[in-house]
């Protein structure tokens, strides 16, 4: 089997961990996991394929996310994933969106231990790579360590040897999904205990971490810490994960010299067809806190969208960072 190295990840993310997004945290950091955005069995089962799993070979290690209740299109989910060449299949129980509730996955499925079992031994009987599941700490009135400690005992003997845990509860009733990532009030000690109960599974916790210096004290506790909007609004927070982490003492680059690596990339998307937005919205925090960031982003958000906009756009942003 795959052995992943998880000590730090970014967590999946609707509509901003697409392709062109994990392309460019990775040439800021060779070694954090990368997750790819939710994608649901029947998205998967019934569209693109191909454009659905499309993903760049530098994007490893790469997992991708599945939403769903079904144990037979799980498994057929998983088996597409692993022939696309993906590190690890995760299952969604984290969502807390009216749709996904509407549609039995996501966070809803917390209260559902059997049946989240069902579904990861489908993946895990059917794949050679890791299954492994994210999950809140509770939901609405189910949100006593109990439940969260029975959920991870069943579906770890059905196979699931990593747990993610956002140490926040989901309001599936009354709260937002953007309310849910932050009114419910954090509580790490519920992940800290699970791996004192569970020293034998791995365990991940995700929820408010924003700086390196937190990741270091969390694995004092955990096997992993996963950021999540801090490392997409301010990447730059990764580009010493590398050696504080990996022991790879590479060279660091420039922010400068990270968007040149990018323009290949860019370049070589724009001639099959992707919009130049569609790429520079993922960088707009490269420079957060430098000297020019605000010129930066305003240069790529009037200019980016423009018909017939090309690589050069990039290029004339960055000339704006003093």
């Known amino acids: 089997m795959t ?11 609707l509509d901003w961990t697409d392709r062109f997004d994990r392309y460019f945290l990775r040439l800021i950091s060779k070694h954090v996991l990368l997750y790819t955005e939710m994608i649901t069995t029947g998205a998967l089962l019934h569209g693109d394929q191909d454009y659905l799993l499309a993903f760049d070979a530098l994007e490893h290690p790469v997992a991708l996310q599945l939403g769903g209740s079904d144990p037979v299109a799980l498994a057929e989910c998983a088996k597409l994933c692993e022939r696309h060449g993906y590190d690890e299949i995760n299952l ?3 969502c807390p969106s009216d749709r996904v509730q509407s549609g039995r996955f996501g966070a809803c499925l917390m209260i559902e231990p059997a049946l989240v079992s069902d579904c990861i031994r489908a993946m895990v009987e059917s794949v050679e790579i890791p299954v492994t599941l994210k999950s809140r700490i509770g939901i609405d009135e189910h949100d006593s360590y109990d439940v969260l400690r029975q959920l991870v005992e069943q579906v770890s003997a059905a196979g699931c040897k990593t747990f993610i845990v956002h140490a926040r509860k ?24 699970l791996k004192k109960d569970f020293p034998e599974l791995e365990i ?14 969390q694995l004092q506790h955990v096997d992993g810490v996963m950021i999540g909007r801090e490392a ?5 927070i990764l580009a010493e994960a590398d050696w504080r982490f990996y022991q790879d003492e590479h060279v660091i680059p420039t922010r400068h010299q990270v968007l040149e690596q990018l323009m290949p990339f860019v370049e070589h998307e ?11 919205r993922h960088i707009l925090g490269l420079f957060q806190g430098q000297p020019g960031a605000r010129a930066w982003r305003r240069y790529l958000s009037e200019n980016a969208h423009l018909k017939g906009a090309g690589a050069e756009v990039i290029q004339q942003a960055a000339e704006l960072i003093t």
């Open 3 to 13: 052995v992943i190295d998880r000590t730090l990840s970014i967590a999946p993310m």
């Open 92 to 94: 969604n129980l984290g």
């Open 170 to 193: 989901a309001w599936l009733k009354g709260l937002s999904p953007k309310e849910n990532r932050d009114i419910p009030p954090l509580q790490y000690d519920r992940a800290h205990r």
């Open 204 to 217: 991940v916790i995700n929820g408010g971490i924003k700086t390196l210096g937190q990741v270091e004290e």
């Open 232 to 236: 997409y609004h301010n990447p730059w």
């Open 270 to 280: 724009l001639g099959q067809g992707v919009k130049l937005h569609q790429i520079t």
